[in-house]
């Protein structure tokens, strides 16, 4: 068996698991009922007595949390203490309307730490390595979230921060690097670095990779992994939840551990809101079970997944989900085909002269949906070779239409272009249809 951090909770007997799960959740119920409004109106709107909850499977009764609820509710309103017992706050930008504010009690972050902790020692960190934290150390809990579990593991870490790719290289030689966190994007444009800097990679120290925080694919794992010669594991999490540290793969690779003893996690039809089965894709729903200051019940994430209920072999007996595939807000309609960008990004990878950054412009001529994908060739692609070019071209139309059902038009982009995720997350949709009305 692998080295787990509290293998007293990660590899717990599931009927053990199932009775600490429903007295965590009795308490956060009877909390979030007497501190929090909203909750109190809704549990009394269906009928609902959190004191007489006597199965964790009674869970589908309760009504679900949105991001709509969070808007509303901005900044504090969710919250379940006094803000004079908050330690801590960050924010998610999100996409549109207002940021959502998580808070933290000094517990609470005492709990996230040992979270992040979990899964830096499943994804193969330890306290005789060097962590570097190329993750933005601010409002959003990347960075922050990391650096804690970092410590707690005992790790030398080192609070790099986003940017300064160059910075990030130099430090990497010089401090010998052994782990690095960051987006997945952001480990291949730092990639694309070493291969400008002509930086030997074989001579670094780097070992194991934790990425994380926007939507990638198995191919380009397998790019992180060959350009800068370590294994990368998968990391999800978000702000509503409590930042990174949800989940994370152990080095089988092969699915994301859930901490199950802190979260409750269900997959529903994002159509219907019915609860599917194990095995079955669709939204991944969280209900918190130890946090104070920002419980959540039933959170509607808008991830994309499904649960992955068989036995590990690395013996944490912790559910797995598998990587997400996309956001129920961000699945592509192009032509009434659903279309995950993720998707195009396995795709790319997949085909030869191409590289996954990449954009995907969408717009409206008449009453047809028009579909632009901008891709970066790789260097090699000689740039004033037309023939080179129009073969990949088709190649690259053929396959998306045949893969994807729906008939995109590539157009290939000078190398280094597009923007790289630096700073955040990439941005890769333009849908200017709603624009064009
Ligand atoms: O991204 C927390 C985090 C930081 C996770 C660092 C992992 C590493 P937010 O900024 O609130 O929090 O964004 C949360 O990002 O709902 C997903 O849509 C997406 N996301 C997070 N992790 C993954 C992942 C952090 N491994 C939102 N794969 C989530 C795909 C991810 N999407």
């Not at 009928?47 to 808007?71: H, S």
């Amino acid at each position: 068996m692998r080295e787990c951090f509290e293998p007293r909770y990660e590899t717990m007997d599931r009927a053990e698991l199932g009775q600490l799960q429903l007295e965590r959740l009795q308490e956060t119920l009877a909390r979030v009922a007497r501190n929090v409004p909203l909750y109190r109106k809704r549990f009394a709107e269906h009928d609902i007595d959190p004191e007489a909850f006597a199965d964790v499977v009674d869970l589908r009764r309760l009504p679900f949390t949105t991001k709509a609820d969070l808007r509303e509710a901005y900044p504090y309103g969710l919250f379940a203490v006094p803000l004079r017992d908050v330690v801590r706050l960050h924010a998610s930008s999100g996409t549109s309307g207002k940021p959502v504010v998580a808070g933290y009690t000094r517990n609470d972050v005492k709990t996230w730490s040992r979270l992040v902790a979990r899964v830096l020692v499943a994804a193969g960190a330890g306290r005789d390595d060097v962590v570097q934290i190329a993750l933005g150390y601010g409002l959003f809990t990347g960075g922050m979230g990391f650096h804690y579990g970092a410590e707690a593991v005992g790790a030398a870490v080192i609070p790099a921060s986003s940017g300064g790719t160059r910075r990030q290289v130099a430090i990497m030689q010089d401090y010998r690097t052994t782990v690095f966190v960051a987006t997945p994007s952001y480990a291949l444009h730092l990639a694309e670095t070493l291969d400008a800097m002509e930086v030997n990679v074989n001579a670094l120290s780097l070992r194991y990779g934790l990425f994380g925080a926007e939507i990638w694919s198995e191919a380009m794992r397998g790019a992180i992994e060959d350009r800068l010669k370590l294994t990368a594991t998968d990391n999800y999490g978000l702000s509503e939840i409590m930042g990174p540290g949800v989940a994370g793969e152990c080095l089988e690779r092969a699915g994301m551990h859930v901490s199950e003893d802190h979260f409750l996690i269900e997959v529903v039809d994002p159509a219907t809101g019915a609860v599917l089965s194990d095995g079955e894709e669709g939204e991944l729903v969280i209900t918190t079970l130890t946090k104070e200051a920002f419980p959540m019940i039933r959170y509607r994430t808008g991830d994309i997944t499904r649960i992955l209920p068989e036995p590990c072999p690395c013996g944490r007996t912790m559910r797995r989900i598998a990587r997400i595939v996309g956001r129920c807000d961000d699945m592509l309609i192009i032509r009434g085909v659903n279309v995950f960008p993720s998707r195009i990004e396995s795709l790319l990878l997949e085909i030869e002269g191409t590289t996954p950054n990449y954009r995907i412009v969408l717009d409206r001529k008449g009453a047809l949906d028009e579909a632009l994908v901008e891709v970066e060739p790789t260097e090699e692609l000689l740039f004033d070779r037309v023939s080179e070019h129009q073969a990949l071209l088709d190649k690259l139309e053929r396959r998306f239409a045949s893969e994807l059902g729906v008939g995109l038009t590539v157009r290939l982009v000078e190398p280094g272009s597009l923007a790289r995720g630096q700073e955040g997350k990439t941005i890769r949709v333009f849908d200017r249809r709603r624009l064009a009305g």
